[in-house]
């Protein structure tokens, strides 16, 4: 069984930074990509940053310049750095991966349970 902890959203007032963080647990052998989502009410859930495991990102161009998203491998765990933070940032935040679990020759993917990021102008 694998879990998904989120930590670091809240409230902001714009212009100010947050940190996500995510941390995986479980009997995980390799962790391959490391994401953060968002949805806003009455929106589809959109992708906000990725990063693979040589260390490739991506990010969505509306967070382009602001967002920094990094990994710590021997951590299992993904990081969101945003900062410049517009009110059009408000939305729950979703960590989500793609995995090997020790023993299984499958890919697994797995989605955290979101964290509020409001951000008041």
């Known amino acids: 069984q694998v879990q998904l902890v989120e930590s670091g959203g809240g409230l902001v007032q714009a212009g100010g930074s947050l940190r996500l963080s995510c941390l995986a647990s479980g009997s995980i052998s390799s962790i391959n990509v490391m994401a953060w989502y968002r949805q806003a009410p009455g929106n589809q859930r959109e992708l906000v940053a990725d990063?693979?495991?040589?260390?490739?990102?991506k990010y969505a161009d509306s967070v382009k310049d602001r967002f920094t998203i990094s990994r710590d491998n021997a951590k299992n765990t993904v990081y969101l750095q945003m900062n410049s933070l517009k009110p059009e940032d408000t939305a729950v935040y979703y960590c989500?991966?793609?995995?090997?679990?020790?023993?299984?020759?499958?890919?697994?993917?797995?989605w955290g349970q979101g964290t509020q990021v409001t951000v008041s102008s």
């Open positions: 990063i693979r495991s040589a260390g490739s990102t």
């Open positions: 989500y991966v793609t995995l090997v679990l020790g023993g299984r020759p499958y890919e697994y993917q797995y």
